[in-house]
């Protein structure tokens, strides 16, 4: 009589076929739930869009479109009717791109620089732990660089170049959020350079061209759509920044070109606005859904022009 052996038990066409279902199952499932979060991520963009610019376009109702782009004050926490006050966008639009002017002119130029640092000059010990030490000032909270600038970084601009400097002002916020982006410039940015193959290194080495020649006209060059990508990310944290210009650049909503003085950004109004006792429905409570719609169009604009820029000099090796 011949007696049926473990393995033998355990083996075969049968045991296959029901390895291949479960398999099939467990890919099923998988797949549902992968498709599940990205759709959830685009209807919770779409719920954000209907309920922005429906509440947006409660305001509109009162107070006209043509007013809200031309009008050059802004006026809105003091008006009880749409007859009483000043609703130009133009105001906080500018404080928030001129605050982004300012961190731009840190963050780009540092954070690139940095990133070519990393990959190109660092050695494999100096990249591993510079890096990660680079990281940690993501994860510094906003309000702390926000404190950072009004107790730390006024003073100073005070003491040594500007005595006339407001203690509130669009320069000190502007320099932090500077540093602040220097993270995710630098890292993306280095991410993208690294990416960049090692034969063009090469090939340029081989040609004679020196190591700034090789970094700045070749490696950098063919990583040009993914800096940008990295530029216009950087951007867009900076316009949506919050604390930062809430607790630095003060509450102050005037159109001026001074950088030692106050101005108030569309972020700061948002939160000025909803940290104050506004009742629901009223025309102040009205405007931030205004200038939350305007702000979302921004970073739109923004995302828009990467996309397409990274679309079209995008480099495939």
Do not use: H
Request: charged residues 15%; contains cysteine.
């Amino acid at each position: 009589m011949a007696v049926e052996t473990r393995g033998e038990r355990g083996s075969g066409p049968d045991l296959w076929k029901r390895d291949s279902r479960s398999r099939k199952v467990r890919e099923r499932v998988v797949k549902v739930v992968l498709t599940a979060c990205a759709y959830l991520s685009i209807l919770t963009t779409f719920g954000i869009v209907i309920i922005l610019f429906g509440e947006a376009a409660t305001f509109f109702q009162d107070v006209s479109i043509l007013r809200f782009l031309t009008e050059t004050e802004w006026t809105a926490g003091f008006a009880a009717t749409p007859q009483d006050g000043e609703f130009g966008i133009i105001v906080l639009a500018w404080a928030t791109i001129y605050s982004t002017i300012i961190a731009c002119a840190v963050a780009l130029p540092v954070g690139l620089g940095a990133a070519i640092y990393l990959s190109e000059y660092a050695s494999t010990g100096m990249r591993r732990w510079l890096k990660p030490a680079l990281e940690i000032l993501a994860g510094v909270p906003t309000i702390v660089y926000g404190f950072f600038a009004l107790t730390f970084v006024t003073p100073f601009l005070q003491s040594t170049l500007f005595e006339g400097i407001q203690i509130y002002n669009i320069l000190s916020a502007g320099l932090v959020m500077g540093v602040m982006i220097i993270p995710t410039v630098a890292s993306v940015s280095e991410d993208a350079i690294y990416a960049v193959p090692s034969g063009l290194r090469e090939g340029a080495y081989a040609l004679g061209a020196t190591k700034r020649e090789v970094a700045t006209k070749v490696v950098v060059p063919a990583a040009t759509s993914g800096i940008v990508a990295t530029f216009v990310l950087g951007i867009s944290r900076a316009v949506g920044e919050t604390m930062i210009v809430a607790v630095a650049a003060g509450a102050l909503a005037q159109l001026t070109v001074n950088p030692l003085e106050s101005m108030q950004t569309m972020t700061a109004y948002i939160v000025q606005v909803t940290a104050g006792e506004s009742p629901r429905g009223s025309l102040e409570y009205e405007t931030i859904f205004a200038v939350g719609a305007s702000l979302f169009l921004m970073t739109l604009v923004l995302n828009m022009v990467a996309y397409w820029f990274v679309r079209k000099f995008r480099e495939v090796y």
